[in-house]
């Protein structure tokens, strides 16, 4: 990974208002412990992240992305994380963050992703 490596974010549609994602799309929950779960745009397609997603049984609008290096000056660690049925898995880690700083970040990522596009629909989505 670079600078520039897109890192793929899968949007549940609980997450898109008036056809956009909310910051909630690049907040963690509560089950992801801080850390935020994205695909390595340098190792996969955006289609291939969203088919290996959904073929895992979970539901996505779509992928937006951000850059290692958008997550590094927002003060993020992109960490590799492979998984045997997602080696290009990738974290983002919000640990260092408190609750605000954690919202102001993921709406910065919301808007920087936002601008660059969709980079994958489904086409089962309105």
């Known amino acids: 990974m670079n600078e520039e490596t897109l890192l793929y974010r899968q949007v549940h549609p609980g997450w898109i208002r008036d056809g956009i994602a909310t910051s909630q799309a690049f907040r963690p929950t509560p089950k992801d412990i801080g ?7 340098d190792r996969i397609a955006a289609a291939a992240a969203w088919e290996c997603y959904v073929a895992q049984g979970m539901e996505s ?3 937006l992305a951000v ?8 003060g ?11 080696p290009e898995h990738v974290l983002i880690d919000f640990t260092g963050l408190n ?5 102001q970040v ?5 808007r920087m992703a936002t601008a660059r596009g969709w980079l994958f629909r489904s086409l089962e989505t309105p």
């Open 76 to 86: 993020l660690k992109v960490i590799p994380d492979p998984l045997p049925e997602s």
């Open 99 to 103: 609750r605000n700083r954690t919202r």
């Open 106 to 110: 993921a709406r910065l990522m919301a």
């Open 67 to 74: 850059t290692k290096g958008e997550c590094e000056r927002l």
């Open 35 to 41: 850390m935020l779960s994205v695909h390595d745009g």
């Open 61 to 63: 609008f779509g992928v």
